[in-house]
């Protein structure tokens, strides 16, 4: 990691977004790690590969794995668009779960709507039912007014 930060500043300054970006996420997952209860000091090797993960989650441009030493083994192209193949479907899959659980929201939503214009349909029947039946009391009533007694 400390390599990295070497070559990627100049003046103490990153040269580049992406390489603060990686460094950061990289820093971050290795402290994360650490912090951890009963956790045990990382090796230099288990810090090679949390940095490695780091900078493929950055999508850098650069397939060349940094700070891996001699006779470091770069990944084929065959490797890379199997990767990229596999990120693609992971995303086509969670985007299909997300449609699938927006699509029962809706559902359920619409269910819960129908349910409420039949409540509603419901009390505004009762509700004219009972103004039907004031004005039938108030006609007898009124009927009952206009009656002579006898």
Known sequence: MELFMMTHTKNG???SEESREV???ANNKITKRESRPYATAISDVEQNQTFQSANKETRSKSYKMHANGYLARYPTRKELLSEEYQRKVQ???SLVDAFRKLSERLEAQDAEWEEHRRQIEKMKKEREADREALKQAMS????AQQRPSV
């Open 140 to 143: 007898m009533m009124q009927a």
């Open 91 to 93: 995303q086509d899959a």
């Open 13 to 15: 300054e990153w040269t």
């Open 23 to 25: 460094y950061d996420n």
